[in-house]
C-alpha cells in the first residue's frame, strides 16, 4: 500500500531521528518514533511560525519537555526550514554541532527553551503562556490584538513524575492559562522500565483536580483524532493536557514498547528491519525524499504569510497608539529606558536599613521606568518584600504585575525561566536564600541558557535569627559562586543594594542572584559615592588605609561582602587607633563573579598581589575564599551550621564582631595566623549515629535509666 505524503513525511521525522542516534551511537530514539505523529500534525496543522524569523515576537512557542527526544525537534527545524542543514543531523551529539544531546537556546535555531532535565520545559511553557497573557493585557488594544499566540509543549511520563511540573501544573490551572497545551506522549515505558513499576494514578484525573481541561487520544498514528483533539483544546479556556497514547520505539520489530527503545541506539540490524516495517530503503540514510522536503518546506511560504499579515496589523496598531507601539518594540530588544535608574535612591552615612528594605525601595523605584520588571514571591511577599505597590495581581481573571506562586520554589524558578525566554520582561523571583535549594534545578538553567532573570533571596544568613539552623544558609554562598554564569551579588549596605539592583537589571546574558539581610545594617562611610561602579565591578575599595595616599602600603587588606562589610570598616577603625596601629584598607567584594572579570590592572589595584597580609570575613562556608586570602591570609566564616538564637546572640557565640575580628586581624599581622579561623563557639551540631556505632540494645536499657548516650 503507498503511503499517504502525511505518512511519508512522519516517516521521514523518524528515520531521520533513527539515523542521527544509530550514527552518534547515543541518544534516543523510541520517543521521536512514538511521537512523530503528534507533533507532524501540531506543526503543519497549527503552530504559528516563521522559519526565516525565529524570533518573530508573536510566534507560537513550541517546546519539547521531553528534551531527550530531541532528534524529533530537529529533524522538524531541518525540514520546516530553520536553516538546521542535513549535515547537521549527521553531526548529532558531536563536538561543534547545532545539534547537542538535549537542546539548548540560543545554539539552534528554533529552539524555544533549553530542555532535558525532565520537568522543566513544562514549567518553561506555563512561565510563557503567563508573559503571553501578561504583555496581552499590556499591549493589546480594541481592534489590535497585537500579542496573541499560543504555547504547545510535548511532556513525556518522566516530566509529568517531576514535582516541578505538578508544581507548574498547578499553578497554571489555577491561573486559567487556556493558552497552554500540552501533549503528552503517553507511551507506558521509561528508562527502567514500564512506567507502572512506579506509577498508577490517573494522571488525566490528577491534571482536572488542578484546573486543567483533559481528553484522550486512543491511537498515536490517528491525525484526525490528534487534530480533533487540539481544535477542541483550542476552545478551553483551561490549559488544556492531551494524553496520546503511543508505542515508544513504534515499528522496530523487537524494541517497540520496550526500554530498550528509549535510551541507546537501536543497533545496525534492528535499524533495516524497522525501515523495512516503514516501507523505507534500508540502505538509504539521512533520506528525506523529494516530496517531503516540498512539503514540509512550505511552513517557509506559510510563515512569511504569518509575519507580514502581523506586520500590517502592527503598522495599523503604531498608527493608532504609537507610544505604545515604540514601547512594545524596545521590549521586544531587550532594551532599557534612559531613565531606568533615575529614581534609585541614595542612602546617608550612618542611615539604619536592612538590604532586603534597601531592595524592596529599588523595586519601586525601577517599577516605573522599568515596566518590565515582572515577579513575584513563593509565598514569603512579606518577607522578601517583591511586590510592586499598586501593580495590581496576576490572577485568573487580571493580568496584574505581581505574581503569586505559592509554596512552589522550583516551579517558580522554572516558570520565570519561562518568562525570560518568551521576552518583553525581566523576570524576578523571590524566597529564602536557604530555599534557593528548592530550586537550584531551574537556577542552574537559567545560568546555562543565559536567561536574564534575577533571585532575590533574603534572609540571606545566620543573622535571620530564630528560625534557627533549617531556615539559615551557610553553605549556600559557594554553591551558588561555583555554577557557572550565576552572578551571585551580596551587599553590604543599601548603597550597595541599590547599586546591586541596577547590576542586576542591566546585566545580560545570565542570572544574578541578590543576597539581601533580614537585619539591619548601617550606611557606610563611601558607598554613596562608589557603591554604583564597585558593585558593578564586583570589589572595590571602600576605605584606604592610613597613608595610601602618601604611597604607602596597607598592611593588611580586610575583604567583607553583605553583613560583615560592616566588621571590616570597624576593624580597620579600630586598627589605626590602636597604641600600636595595623594600616588597614577595606575591600568590599560583594560579587565574585563580576570582579573576576575585571582586567588584571584593577583586580591588582583592589587587591594588590605584595600586601599578602589578609582577612576574609563572611557569614557562611569559608570554601573559595583562598583565592583572595592567599597563602598567607585567614578566614573567618561559618564551616558547620547555625543555631536558634536572636541574630545577635548569634553573631556574638561564634564571634563575628569587631573586636574578635581586630585580634584575628592583628595575629595574621604579628603572628603570622593563616588559613580558617574556627568559630568560638559552634553551639549544638548534629552528631548522629556513625557508622559501626551500636543501636541500643533493647528495651531493658530504658527501663533500666541507661536511656541514650
Request: charged letters at 25%.
Amino acid at each position: 500500500m503507498t503511503p499517504t505524503l502525511e505518512e511519508l513525511a512522519i516517516n521521514t521525522i523518524r528515520t531521520l531521528s533513527i539515523d542521527a542516534v544509530q550514527k552518534a551511537n547515543s541518544g534516543h530514539p523510541g520517543a521521536p518514533m512514538g511521537a512523530a505523529p503528534m507533533a507532524f500534525v501540531l506543526w503543519t496543522r497549527f503552530l504559528r511560525h516563521d522559519p526565516n524569523r525565529p524570533t518573530w515576537p508573536d510566534r507560537d512557542r513550541f517546546v519539547l519537555s521531553a528534551g531527550h527526544a530531541s532528534m524529533l525537534l530537529y529533524s522538524l527545524l531541518h525540514l520546516t526550514g530553520y536553516g538546521l542543514g542535513l549535515d547537521e543531523l549527521e553531526q548529532f551529539r558531536q563536538w561543534g554541532s547545532r545539534t547537542p544531546g538535549h537542546p539548548e537556546r540560543g545554539l539552534t535555531p528554533g529552539v524555544e527553551a533549553t530542555t532535558g532535565p525532565l520537568g522543566q520545559g513544562f514549567a518553561n511553557a506555563v512561565g510563557m503562556a503567563i508573559a503571553e497573557r501578561r504583555l496581552a493585557g499590556e499591549f493589546n488594544r480594541d481592534g489590535h490584538a497585537i500579542v496573541d499566540h499560543r504555547t504547545y509543549v510535548i511532556a513525556s511520563d518522566g516530566d509529568l513524575q517531576e514535582g516541578i511540573a505538578s508544581e507548574a501544573a498547578s499553578l497554571a490551572g489555577h491561573l486559567r492559562l487556556g493558552k497552554l497545551l500540552v501533549l503528552y506522549d503517553d507511551n507506558h515505558i521509561q528508562l527502567d522500565g514500564p512506567t507502572d513499576m512506579a506509577w498508577s494514578e490517573d494522571v488525566l484525573e490528577r491534571f482536572e483536580a488542578y484546573g486543567w481541561g483533559v481528553d484522550r487520544v486512543d491511537d498515536g498514528n490517528d491525525l484526525e483524532a490528534i487534530d480533533a483533539a487540539i481544535r477542541a483544546a483550542q476552545d478551553d479556556e483551561r490549559p488544556s493536557l492531551v494524553a496520546v497514547r503511543t508505542h515508544i520505539g513504534y515499528g522496530s520489530p523487537h524494541r517497540q514498547d520496550t526500554q530498550k527503545a528509549h535510551g541507546q541506539a537501536l543497533g545496525e540490524d534492528e535499524v533495516r528491519l524497522t525501515k523495512e516495517f516503514y516501507g523505507w530503503d534500508p540502505d538509504k540514510h539521512f533520506y528525506v525524499p523529494d516530496e517531503v522536503r516540498e512539503y514540509m518546506g512550505e511552513a517557509v511560504g506559510a510563515g512569511e504569510e504569518l509575519y507580514r499579515d502581523w506586520e500590517r496589523r502592527y503598522d495599523a496598531y503604531r498608527d493608532a497608539y504609537p507610544t505604545e507601539a515604540a514601547e512594545l518594540r524596545r521590549r521586544s530588544y531587550g532594551r532599557l529606558r534612559g531613565d531606568a535608574f533615575s529614581g534609585l535612591k541614595t542612602y546617608a552615612v550612618g542611615e539604619e536599613l536592612a538590604t532586603r528594605n534597601a531592595s524592596q525601595n529599588a523595586i519601586q523605584a525601577l517599577a516605573g521606568p522599568v515596566p518590565e520588571l515582572f515577579g513575584g514571591s513563593a509565598d514569603l511577599s512579606e518577607s522578601n518584600l517583591t511586590l510592586v505597590k499598586d501593580g495590581g495581581d496576576f490572577t485568573p481573571s487580571e493580568p496584574g504585575r505581581n505574581l503569586w506562586f505559592g509554596v512552589r520554589e522550583h516551579g517558580m524558578g522554572g516558570a520565570v525561566n519561562g518568562i525570560a525566554y518568551h521576552g518583553g520582561f525581566i523576570p524576578y523571583a523571590a524566597t529564602f536564600l536557604n530555599f534557593s535549594d528548592y530550586m537550584r534545578g531551574s537556577v542552574r538553567l537559567a545560568a546555562l541558557a543565559g536567561l536574564h532573570v534575577i533571585y532575590v533571596w533574603t534572609h540571606d544568613s545566620v543573622g535571620l535569627g530564630e528560625d534557627g539552623p533549617t531556615h539559615q544558609p551557610v553553605e549556600h554562598y559557594a554553591a551558588l559562586r561555583a555554577m557557572p554564569n550565576l552572578w551571585f551579588v551580596r551587599p553590604g549596605d543599601a548603597n550597595e543594594a541599590t547599586a546591586a539592583w541596577r547590576l542586576a537589571v542591566e546585566r545580560r546574558g545570565g542570572p544574578v542572584g541578590l543576597s539581601l539581610t533580614r537585619q539591619k545594617l548601617p550606611t557606610l562611610a563611601g558607598t554613596a559615592e562608589l557603591a554604583q561602579d564597585g558593585v558593578a565591578r564586583g570589589g572595590y575599595v571602600l576605605r584606604r588605609a592610613r597613608g595610601e595616599d602618601a604611597g604607602k602600603a596597607p598592611e593588611v587588606i580586610l575583604i567583607a561582602t553583605g553583613s560583615e562589610l560592616q566588621l571590616a570598616f570597624a576593624t580597620a577603625e579600630a586598627l589605626e587607633a590602636d597604641a600600636s596601629p595595623i594600616t588597614a584598607r577595606v575591600v568590599s567584594l560583594p560579587c565574585w563573579e563580576a570582579f573576576d572579570a575585571q582586567d588584571a590592572a584593577y583586580r591588582e589595584s583592589v587587591l594588590p598581589r605584595d600586601v599578602r597580609r589578609r582577612v576574609t570575613i563572611e557569614a557562611g562556608a569559608t570554601t573559595g575564599w583562598e583565592r583572595y586570602a592567599g597563602d598567607d591570609g585567614a578566614m573567618i566564616g561559618i564551616d558547620h551550621f547555625g543555631a536558634s538564637a536572636p541574630a545577635a546572640t548569634i553573631f556574638a557565640k561564634l564571634g563575628f564582631s569587631a573586636e574578635r575580628v581586630t585580634d584575628v586581624a592583628r595575629r595574621v599581622v604579628r603572628d603570622g595566623l593563616r588559613g580558617r579561623v574556627p568559630t568560638l563557639d559552634p553551639g549544638h551540631q548534629p552528631a548522629g549515629l556513625g557508622i559501626g556505632t551500636p543501636l541500643p540494645s533493647g528495651p531493658s536499657s530504658v527501663a533500666d535509666g541507661a536511656g541514650h548516650s
